[in-house]
């Protein structure tokens, strides 16, 4: 009761509490949010990774044949599957902080236990249960830094946070080459684990998302943070003119308060939805297939020494950082649309010169290959910052994660391609090198799939959040 009241005495409606936020340039408010989920996430970059390192000591210590790495690799995402769709939906219903703090706190936990594991079965057992916090960090993280954005300029601002992810990434393989010649693969697990508590505990300090909580209904709340923001800085903007879709006229009305699953494929969403699916699956079947296999191809096809392989890998996501600094100060304008476009295009080009001209040279394939995930890579982080914006507050991070789910199958289906393709039927045979080419070729056709999807995108830059979705 003491809540409704101080609600009801807050003197600004709704949409006025969105037109003073929308009015506040991006000031020293914003940062301490954007570093502290950006560091959630850069260690959920770190704790999807940190397999690839570990399984260039574990292929050989416990004799793992390609099936058993592809069950290993594919279990976390597996995981991340359902962490994507239970802390999406939750985040709906009880906030975006103690959501994202909670699934900080399981993806670290589990992280520790994978470091007392013995055997496959262990370790996937571990590395599943780790991959329901691991998915579910992401889409909150996603939805919440979105929703403290304004229209002008969203792009920079998310994509700086989302930075950190392949950041995160790169560290993974850094960090790997490092430590686990030194210290065994188990210390990967460790350094992906520790630091994660720690950082929720900060998270659950941050201040819960103003637009979550007018849609709540919690306006005194909602007006609080707001005052925080504007004391912040004493600029302001004149907020950016509302530009709807055409057809919300006609459909606003019949939109629920309340957010549900089959709103997804309403047929105001259906469109947006089943082309944000196409883009998660095709970018991460590229990106996660590259990045879960390269130390091990390195090792095992090309004959590089397990340092070397360990060495050689992280400069894939070096490329990814490179591209998405460009894509950093571009994005707001040249577009969503034409971004993704052009990178799936780029990375379908290097990919089939590859496959066609130099799958069996690993100069051509260091080269080649991570140029092509750098353009892949920039569109994972593209996808992060275009689907919170295509839906409404009410079913922002429930829709992200269901868009992330597709993130998860194609990621965990990736390496099963690999490895059939690398392997006869039985996945007990060994690695097969003159198939190599295959999988290039295989990634190529994924990407230009993607580059299909992405010419139907829906133009957001430079909108505000409510004049997208209704």
């Known amino acids: 009761m003491a809540e409704l009241s101080a609600n009801a005495q807050s003197g600004a409606s709704a949409s006025e509490l969105v037109a003073r936020l929308e009015s506040v340039p991006f000031s020293r408010w914003h940062i301490r949010p954007r570093i502290i989920v950006g560091s959630a996430t850069f260690f959920d970059a770190f704790d999807a990774l940190q397999l690839a390192s570990a399984l260039v000591i574990l292929r050989p210590l416990w004799d793992l044949t390609t099936g058993d790495i592809s069950a290993l690799i594919s279990a976390s995402y597996i995981g991340q599957f359902f962490g994507a ?30 470091v007392f594991t013995g055997n496959v079965t262990e370790l996937f057992i571990c590395r599943l249960i780790q991959g329901i916090g691991v998915g579910g960090e992401m889409p909150v993280a996603a939805a919440y830094i979105s929703e403290l954005s304004k229209s002008r300029g969203r792009g920079r601002f998310f994509l700086l946070y ?76 004149a907020p950016e003119p509302a530009s709807p879709d055409p057809a919300l006229p006609a459909v606003a009305m019949a939109m629920p308060r309340k957010g549900r699953w089959n709103e997804l494929l309403s047929p105001f969403y259906r469109k947006r939805t089943l082309v944000v699916w196409a883009l998660w699956a095709t970018a991460y079947f590229v990106a996660n297939g590259l990045n879960n296999w390269m130390p091990t191809l390195y090792n095992a096809v090309y004959g590089l020494p397990r340092e070397q392989a360990l060495w050689a890998a992280p400069m894939t996501n070096a490329a990814q950082v490179a591209l998405l600094l460009v894509c950093v100060f571009v994005i707001d304008r040249v577009g969503r649309r034409n971004w993704i476009v052009t990178s799936f295009a780029m990375g379908a080009i290097l990919l089939t010169v590859l496959g066609l001209f130099g799958a069996h040279n690993v100069v051509a394939v260091m080269i080649l290959a991570t140029l092509a995930y750098g353009f892949i890579g920039s569109v ?71 580059a299909c999807a992405a010419t139907l995108m829906l133009e957001t830059r430079n909108r505000r959040l409510e004049d997208i979705a209704p």
């Open 380 to 450: 994972n982080a593209v996808v992060y910052l275009y689907t919170p914006e295509i839906y409404p507050t009410r079913m922002r991070a429930a829709a992200t994660g269901a868009a992330t789910c597709w993130l998860r199958l194609a990621s965990a289906a990736a390496p099963w391609v690999v490895g059939h393709i690398l392997t006869s039927q039985n996945p007990a045979d060994p690695i097969y090198a003159e198939r190599i080419y295959l999988v290039f070729l295989a990634f190529a056709g994924v990407a230009l799939i993607g």
């Open 85 to 114: 769709l239970l802390f999406g939906r939750l985040a709906e219903k009880f906030g975006r902080i103690p959501m994202a703090a909670s699934a900080v706190v399981l993806m670290s936990v589990m992280s520790l236990a994978c």
């Open 162 to 237: 989302e930075l950190i992810f392949p950041v995160g990434l790169l560290a993974t393989g850094l960090t790997g080459a490092v430590l686990v010649p030194e210290f065994g693969w188990q210390s990967m697990f460790v350094v992906g684990g520790v630091p994660g508590l720690v950082i929720a505990f900060f998270i659950l300090r941050l201040p819960e998302s103003p637009r979550w909580l007018i849609h709540q209904g919690r306006l005194a709340d909602a007006e609080a943070v707001i005052r925080d923001i504007e004391a912040s800085t004493d600029r302001r903007e």
